[in-house]
């Protein structure tokens, strides 16, 4: 099936590093979504993303919804222990959501 | 706790065997979607129902079927079991038409075929 170009695919990083992960499409999409899924976990909706440029935080967290609609990415500063996990970005038009291939991020103390 | 229930939370079978995965979706929304993710795979969009209708197909098996009934919970059935369908499966709902918001995800349903 359909799915959006995450990268990168596998992150490592110390405590207190920021992180960066960004999604990429050849189709545009009218809403960007970001997930976060705990291991054995289903995924939790960490920001949606609804206009063309926008630039949206939550916490620690931030995402921009790129300018051609084709594209998104996230940010994490200062990541801790808990940030662990698999990163999904989403692309929705109607009710249906494309999600990416997933980030996964391992954080080191 | 998301709203979304699913059961069970895991499963043990084996092969050839036939399984009930089931759905309760979010107060109120009228979608419900199931997805197969494999060990360290993505998530694989198997079929959406939309109020007690099929809405859209994905790659979902043959082996593999589903309904919504009118309470709008949703079940999964996965016959003929193989050892390849072992995986996580989880069940998603979302608003009624016209409110694009994304997915609410279950906990999922973690299936062993042995």
Redesign the interface.
Same mark, same amino acid.
């Given at each position: 099936?359909q799915?959006l170009n995450q990268s990168p695919q596998s992150m490592f990083i110390q405590e207190g590093e920021d992180v960066s992960m960004n999604c990429t499409s050849s189709s545009i999409f009218?809403?960007w979504?970001w997930?976060k899924q705990d291991p054995?976990?289903?995924?939790? #909706?960490l920001i949606?993303l609804y206009k063309a440029g926008e630039l949206t935080s939550n916490g620690r967290l931030t995402a921009q919804f790129g300018i051609t609609r084709k594209d998104s990415f996230l940010n994490i500063s200062a990541s801790i222990p808990s940030d662990v996990g698999i990163y999904?970005c989403?692309g929705?038009n109607?009710?249906? #959501?494309i999600?990416?291939?997933?980030t996964r991020l391992q954080v080191f103390p | 706790d998301?709203g979304?229930t699913q059961t069970p939370k895991h499963l043990i079978t084996a092969t050839g065997q036939r399984v009930t995965l089931r759905c309760s979706p979010r107060s109120g929304d009228l979608?419900v979607?199931w997805y197969q993710q494999s060990l360290d795979q993505?998530?694989?969009?198997l079929i959406?129902y939309?109020n007690g209708e099929e809405?859209?197909k994905?790659?979902i098996l043959e082996r593999f079927s589903a309904q919504q009934f009118p309470d709008l919970h949703s079940e999964l059935n996965l016959s003929s079991l193989e050892l390849g369908d072992s995986a996580?499966y989880?069940c998603?709902s979302?608003g009624s038409?016209g409110t694009?918001?994304?997915?609410?995800?279950?906990?999922?349903t973690?299936l062993t075929v042995v």
């Open positions: 099936g799915q009218n809403t979504l997930y054995g976990e289903g995924p939790v #909706l949606a999904f989403a929705q109607t009710d249906k #959501l999600f990416g291939t997933g | 998301s979304v979608s979607y993505g998530l694989q969009f959406q939309y809405r859209a994905g790659n996580l989880f998603a979302s038409s694009y918001y994304g997915y609410t995800f279950g906990s999922g973690r």
